[in-house]
């Protein structure tokens, strides 16, 4: 299975790098350098090529070398438009990736929202984040950007005597203009992992 999404990842970058670069540098946004492209993914520092993606100092998870060479071949001129920021149901074409999404990217972190609520500057300072809009709610709330241009806003409900712990996590308003729907879903999920990691869970 992962010789499989290795092949994904560079059918991928054969098509990018088949296209004109002249502008992938300013729609990524990334530092250029010959055929490299610098970034910020998942928290670390991305380096992708035309053979292959690294991810701080080792090769790339194929997982994440699917969305992070889609990310690119869906790079555009447009800005991230953060707010109103909306939730994974209500992009287009969602629904058969919904389930999941609330399983793996929500409910994964239900169970561990005080460490993450101890951790919040952390995982800010890793994911390039900042504070969630006052008007947000929750018991505490951030948003992250796992790749430049897609924003996640989590809100965080900690558990009380009449309610369990939840945790919503929403998306930049037009994410979808930069990620087909299935690896926005993979972008939430792979997020999550990120925090839970960063918090040792």
Do not use: W
């Not at 490299?36 to 053979?51: D, H, K, L, N, Y």
């Amino acid at each position: 299975m992962t010789d499989n999404y290795a092949k994904i990842v560079q059918n991928n970058l054969d098509k990018l790098y088949s296209s004109s670069l002249q502008d992938l540098a300013g729609h990524l946004p990334a530092l250029q350098e010959g055929e490299r492209f610098i970034f910020e993914a998942f928290g670390e520092t991305c380096v992708m090529g035309p053979g292959g993606i690294a991810l701080g100092k080792a090769d790339c998870p194929s997982v994440l070398g699917i969305i992070i060479s889609l990310y690119a071949l869906g790079a555009c001129p447009d800005l991230c438009v953060s707010e109103p920021y909306q939730g994974f149901k209500s992009f287009p074409g969602s629904m058969p990736y919904s389930g999941a999404f609330v399983t793996h990217t929500e409910q994964v972190l239900v169970p561990h929202v005080e460490k993450i609520k101890n951790a919040v500057e952390k995982i800010m300072a890793s994911l390039k984040g900042e504070k969630a809009p006052l008007e947000t709610g929750g018991d505490f709330s951030f948003v992250v950007y796992p790749l430049p241009k897609i924003a996640l806003c989590y809100i965080f409900y900690e558990a009380d005597e009449d309610f369990p712990a939840s945790v919503t996590c929403l998306y930049s308003h037009n994410a979808d203009q930069f990620m087909p729907v299935d690896g926005l879903a993979d972008t939430g999920e792979y997020t999550s992992k990120k925090i839970l990691d960063l918090i040792g869970a």
